[in-house]
């Protein structure tokens, strides 16, 4: 099966790239594109992903049962959860979940259930956080969900753990390590499960936990070299685990998860803030993490580098946002415009801020004015754009190739590219498994 596998992800990616020729993309049934995008999407292959579903038709418009339709919406919020796209990753699955209540399907639920909590602790919503995390928790240890209970208990656990704390959640890590099917699948599939285990294991204490992670991984990337997810997952625990700053930073330049790049640039700087002669190094990673998190939507992290960021510089924990509208807005304008854009009322958005909804209602007035933008519906449907914008003013940032691909001499009898320098290194040697999960 596990060479399968890897000829299934050679099929995926090479289906997904446009042919010279005129080929419809209808050709190929939906339920194949569906599950070669839904692979491709666990190794952070996003842009072919994007290219199965959208095929020669807009996303949603070809007439497919509810059924389907909820399968590729779902199929959808994933792309967008990986790829940092959070507010539209929440509207899909939201439409998914929709669609698979009306079509009676039991087997689709837990995708979306996985994007709704982790998308609502990201942005700080732990209410429906919390409400996503108990449905995954319960389907998962009832043996209810078995296409992906791994990320189904992860999921579950980083909500339970912003509400209870670490601990609360300990029974649930030591549950997936304790099973191999479970850590296969997690691992494999979410770049940032391994690091966030390992650090889990150093909070609680745990040594096996933290220790049995990265010896996990370290084996799972050993069988898949093909793929630079699970490279960068696997160096991210290790260097993690070992406090070594240098290790962090090459993983988060290998991660193509931006909430994963985030996570390790703020590891890195938590290594050597701890040195003193390192301190403005770590205020520089520190920077570059709080930019990533803002980026991907996630506020929640986005708040705690910032308050970290206050501790080590005297100059604040603002992140910078480019020479576009957005830079205009004060962090806590920036907060209030993307609550409101997910459709909070002011009283939530206030009550997750710690301001009155009377505080609220002040900062939308110079949001508007600022975004030029006249109401809330406009913010909403804009703020998505706005971003893309502000992420459109960094040159530069592009989507890397998913995988280790060999390295290629430029002409007969040259040395490869990057050869006898610090140039990333790459395997010309193809995987002959991998452990992808089915």
Partial sequence: MDGQLARSMELAAAASEPAPEERADGDVPLEARIWYATLLTRVRGLRPAERLLVGEEPLGREPHSPEAHAALLLCEA???????????????????????????????????????????????????????????????????????????????????????????????????????????????????????????????????????????????????????????????????????????EAAAERHLDPWARASALED????????????????DLLRRAAGAYLGAGASRD??????????????????????????RLTDTEFAVAELVSQGLTNGRVGSRLYISPHTVAFHLKKIFRKLDVTSRVELARSWNRILVEERADRPGESEPDFLVRPVKARRAGEQPAGAGSSAQVTTARRPTTTALPT
């Avoid at 290594?271 to 301190?279: D, F, K, L, N, T």
């Avoid at 970290?308 to 957005?326: I, K, Q, S, W």
């Fill in 78 to 248: 994933e792309i967008h959860l990986a790829g940092g796209k959070l507010t539209a990753a929440m509207a899909a699955a939201e439409a998914g979940l929709r669609l698979a209540r009306q079509a009676g399907n039991r087997g689709l639920p837990p995708r979306g259930h996985v994007v709704m909590a982790l998308g609502a602790v990201r942005s700080q919503d732990l209410t429906n956080g919390l409400q996503y995390a108990n449905r995954l928790r319960d389907a998962a240890l009832l043996g209810q969900e078995n296409l992906i209970p791994g990320q189904c208990v992860w999921a579950a656990a980083q909500a339970l753990e912003a509400r209870d704390g670490m601990e609360s959640v300990a029974h649930l890590l030591k549950g997936i390590l304790h099973d191999e099917v479970l850590t296969r699948e997690l691992l494999l599939s979410q770049p940032a499960a391994a690091p966030w285990l390992v650090r889990a294991g150093q909070r609680l204490g745990d040594a096996e936990l933290a220790e049995s992670t990265v010896r996990t991984m370290r084996r799972l990337a050993g069988g898949n070299r093909s793929f630079r997810s699970v490279q960068a997952a696997a160096e991210h625990a290790a260097g993690l685990y070992a406090r070594d700053a240098d290790v962090l």
């Fill in 268 to 283: 890195a700087s938590r290594v050597r803030s701890a040195r003193a002669p390192e301190r403005d190094r770590a205020v």
């Fill in 302 to 327: 986005l708040a705690r580098v910032q308050s970290r960021l206050r501790e080590l510089d005297d100059h604040g924990g603002r992140p910078a946002r480019g020479r576009t509208r957005v830079s």
